[in-house]
């Protein structure tokens, strides 16, 4: 038990910094608790300074003259029955010593040095406050009986702490509500950058809303706006590929008519290559915008992914190589989204390998979890750490010329990444040194 209380130590320990430096309720009532604090511990330092100071240069004289009236009271030479009188009437200690008598209220007090020097007043000058002398040789000295607060019940240190506990948990409490609205703005902001624009973050008092308030009514009104540019975007794009593939499927039928003779063969080749990327193009425009919606849909199908690859092969030229696991599970997936997605990671391995000593390599081995982890590699140049996390955005490129052969137009690695996150997986890209590595996962789905 001990040494699993001793493991849980540092873990309450982290969850407690975190706590503090995460969590903006707990730093405010930490700083509540701090200023609280802070504020008491003024209030009584000066108090007492003011008291100390103040009070017992004006309270000397009265007490001199009282202490003279007690001592006077209990006689010379002192009598113990007066002084017994005397201490049961008030909370004083009386000690009496001389040549005939020698008494004291209370032995165990004077072992301990209780109650003779009051700790105010205990210095040489201040002395002669607390003890007198009798005509007769007697000292008399007199202290506060602090026996009379010490026996009283402690209630009042843990009522003192109750209360503090009780304003700590009603100040959290206060604190926590005046903040909810950041958690509904946090989920919301979240939200709005998943591509959910559906559900608004919701407004506290509508009519009078604070600086919160007013908060989430901007991020609400920029979300409006951002889903509004979204959907003219993809809007335009699907209106202009619809519109374009007419054209260029009859600029290709044209071009295809053309008589095969030597002089025109060689630019009938090249503008059929140009038509070709163009479809290509527009066909990675439709789908990606397609999957980019949530209600896209897949025309899911058992699907041999070591088959697939090998027929996607067949319309390339490069030299690719293949790793396959002799196991491999088979996967519900889209036949026509999966090809897209080999496509193009074929395509962007084999265009970065042009200058490399060796071929892209393509992994295809089974997961732990029954579904396929698939790694294609080039051993070209690879691009910078900082522009990693970048590749797989639309229209993203790591060096700002378009030409089609350092890299089209940096909607490949985005399709891929939007094909394996409607089947359930994801895409990673790292630098392989030499060369890039993308992976796709893909979940289980078995059919067979």
């Not at 330092?45 to 009236?69: E, F, I, N, S, T």
């Not at 990327?277 to 897949?298: G, K």
Request: with cysteine; net charge positive.
């Amino acid at each position: 038990m001990k040494a699993q209380a001793d493991h849980d130590r540092p873990n309450w320990r982290h969850r407690a910094r975190h706590a503090l430096t995460h969590s903006l309720r707990v730093r405010l009532v930490a700083l509540f608790l701090l200023l609280a604090l802070a504020m008491t511990a003024t209030f009584v330092v000066g108090m007492q300074y003011a008291l100390g100071a103040g009070w017992r240069d004006a309270a000397r004289p009265l007490v001199v003259d009282y202490l003279d009236k007690l001592a006077a009271e209990i006689g010379s030479p002192p009598s113990i029955e007066r002084a017994q009188a005397l201490v049961q009437r008030l909370p004083l200690s009386v000690q009496i010593r001389g040549p005939q008598v020698n008494w004291q209220s209370n032995p165990q007090a004077a072992n301990h040095g209780h109650y003779w020097r009051n700790q105010d007043y205990a210095n040489p000058q201040a002395a002669h406050w607390f003890e007198r002398t009798t005509a007769d040789g007697h000292q008399i000295q007199f202290g506060l009986n602090l026996s009379v607060w010490n026996d009283r019940p402690r209630y009042i240190g843990w009522a003192t702490l109750a209360a503090l506990l009780a304003l700590t948990a009603l100040a959290y409490a206060v604190v926590r509500r005046m903040l909810r609205p950041l958690a509904d703005i946090r989920a919301g902001a979240l939200r709005f950058g998943a591509g959910d624009f559906t559900t608004a973050i919701a407004v506290w008092r509508v009519q009078h809303p604070d600086e919160l308030g007013e908060l989430a009514v901007a991020i609400n009104s920029m979300g409006a706006d951002i889903h509004q540019m979204l959907e003219a975007k993809r809007a335009l794009l699907l209106a202009i590929s619809h519109e374009l593939r007419s054209p260029l499927t009859r600029a290709r039928l044209n071009t295809e008519l053309l008589p095969e003779t030597a002089e025109v063969q060689a630019p009938r080749d090249a503008l059929l290559r140009d038509l070709a990327l163009m479809r290509d193009l527009i066909t990675d425009l439709l789908e990606s915008e397609r999957l980019a919606s949530p209600h896209a849909a897949l025309q899911r199908e058992p699907v041999d992914l070591a088959a697939l690859i090998g027929e996607v092969l067949t319309g390339f030229n490069g030299a690719v190589q293949t790793q396959v696991s002799p196991t491999l599970p088979i996967l519900d997936l889209d036949r026509t989204r999966v090809r897209l997605l080999l496509r193009n990671l074929i395509d962007n391995a084999l265009r970065h390998s042009t200058q490399a000593e060796r071929p892209p390599v393509i992994d295809l081995q089974a997961d732990a979890s029954g579904g396929i982890g698939m790694r294609v590699r080039d051993f070209g140049p690879g691009v910078p750490e900082h522009q990693i996390g970048q590749l797989s955005q639309a229209f993203y490129r790591p060096d700002a010329a378009r030409e089609r052969s350092s890299g089209g137009v940096g909607l490949g690695l985005y399709l891929c990444k939007l094909v394996a996150q409607a089947h359930g997986g994801a895409l990673t890209i790292t630098n392989a040194h030499p060369g890039l590595e993308v992976t796709i996962t893909l979940p289980k789905s078995r059919i067979t």
